[in-house]
């Protein structure tokens, strides 16, 4: 059979670029837009046809070679194969194309804001256990499947959670643990925290705990092994972050993403602000230092718990509502609040989320995001409410992979 031969052109969301072929749409993996490939079919998602580039017979400009060597094994990273200042410009097309296709248009002057350095910037990451001949191994999974991949280094994340993997697969050994499923690391940016959390296949089994931390902390001498609580610190203020709330992965952009949120919601000493899928109130309690007080709404309870905390290690006027931002918002009253800040997950908002807040009607709203194609559905919404897009931005939290965040400022019109 002759070799397929594909021209992709664009980019897609998901890393690859789309080819057409005699009418045919490819995802192409590990191809750039402009790039003539030999590629193999790889089966098919969301109803498109996908390949992996297998040959490069034209490279683009962009091409430099993947310092890792589980690139194109590994499910982490999509990009590796384009140059860092490639993979942002990517970036900023996937956006517009979802923006446009919301029927929106991206401001021209949108800045799409990268890292000087786009490695070793994880300061958490999910391990999957693998039972190995060899015994366990921590890895991650392989390129869209379940089956796992052992890896030795990982090069978007901080060294020291690296360093660690070993240490626990060597503990979990010689302890003869058994049904290990993963390994949660984070560690703390300016100090030797190492917070972990390990999970079993099923139920917790009884296991020794204590002995295995023990052992984990004399493996790894220059970190200090916390099971319970980490300290994130920034712009004098400090945070206590757990295993089971989220923490922004990239310490080093996060500063970027915050910065650029507060800066487009310019709060005033007197406003009243909302901030929408709040965690562990990160975002809260920077915006409290510059307004009258903010009021925090979460579901998940051990981070509304966590975000008291933070709140008054901070003195922060930060009052948490505890529940699903749909429901909650429902009793808030008009006029309370002047501007709200949203950061939901990668589903976006719900329509009742996005109703409640039309109905409140704040004078603006910053809405920051982890999927373009939700923002961009979000968005839309909010300007059939009466909003308009002042300002954009592009924070890349996640090089290498193909995950987009972004932001936008709306104001009423
Ligand atoms: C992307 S995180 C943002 C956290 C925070 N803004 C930060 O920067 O650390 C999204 C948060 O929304 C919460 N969440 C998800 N769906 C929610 C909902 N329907 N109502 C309230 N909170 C929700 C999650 O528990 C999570 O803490």
Redesign the pocket.
């Known amino acids: 059979m002759a070799p397929l031969i594909l021209k992709p052109s664009s980019p897609a969301h998901g890393g690859a670029a789309v080819a057409r072929d005699d009418g045919k749409v490819w995802l192409v993996n590990y191809a750039l837009p402009g790039e003539v490939v030999e590629a193999e079919p790889r089966g098919r998602q969301g109803g498109v046809a996908v390949a992996a580039a297998t040959r490069v017979i034209e490279p683009s400009p962009h091409r430099v070679a993947a310092p890792c060597p589980y690139f194109g094994a590994c499910g982490g990273c999509q990009l590796q194969h384009a140059a860092y200042a490639h993979q942002l410009e990517l970036k900023r097309q996937v956006v517009e194309e979802a923006w446009s296709r919301a029927g929106l248009r991206l401001p021209p002057d949108t800045a799409v804001l990268g890292m000087d350095d786009p490695w070793r910037y994880r300061i958490r990451g999910e391990f999957e256990a693998l039972a190995t001949a060899g015994g366990w191994r921590f890895g991650f999974h392989r390129m869209r499947s379940h089956s796992v991949l052992p890896i030795d280094s990982c090069l978007i994340h901080d060294q020291r959670i690296e360093r660690a993997l070993p240490a626990f697969a060597r503990a979990a050994n010689e302890l003869q643990l058994q049904d290990l499923q993963n390994l949660l690391l984070t560690v703390e940016p300016a100090g030797p925290g190492l917070l972990w959390r390990m999970r079993f296949r099923g139920r917790e089994p009884r296991w020794p705990r204590d002995e295995f931390a023990h052992r984990v902390a004399e493996l790894l001498p220059e970190s200090t092994l916390l099971d319970d609580a980490m300290s994130l610190e920034f712009w004098d203020l400090t945070f206590r972050v757990r295993s089971d ?4 992965t990239n310490f080093r952009q996060m500063l970027v993403l915050y910065r650029t949120a507060l800066d487009m919601l310019a709060a005033k000493s007197d406003e009243r602000v909302l ?6 109130g ?2 809260s309690v920077a915006v409290a230092r510059h307004a009258a007080s903010v009021t925090a ?4 309870p051990h ?1 509304v718990q966590l975000g008291r905390l933070n709140a008054r290690i901070n003195s922060a006027r930060v009052e948490y509502l505890p ?4 429901a909650v918002l429902r009793g808030i009253r008009l006029g309370q609040h002047q501007a709200a800040i949203l ?3 990668r589903a976006g908002c ?1 329509p009742a ?1 996005l109703a409640e807040l039309i109905r409140l009607g704040p004078d603006r709203l910053v809405y ?1 995001s ?1 999927e373009p194609s939700t923002h961009a559905r979000d968005l839309i919404g909010l300007v059939r409410g009466g909003y308009r897009v002042r300002r954009a931005a592009i924070v890349d939290m996640f090089p290498q992979t193909y995950h987009i965040e972004s932001v936008a400022l709306l104001e009423r019109s």
Do not use: H, R, S, W
Request: with cysteine; charged share 25%; aromatic share 8%.
């Open positions: 709330t989220f923490v922004q901030d929408l899928y709040a965690g562990i990160t975002i709404i979460e579901e998940n981070a529940g699903k931002v749909e950061d939901p997950p719900e989320a920051v982890c």
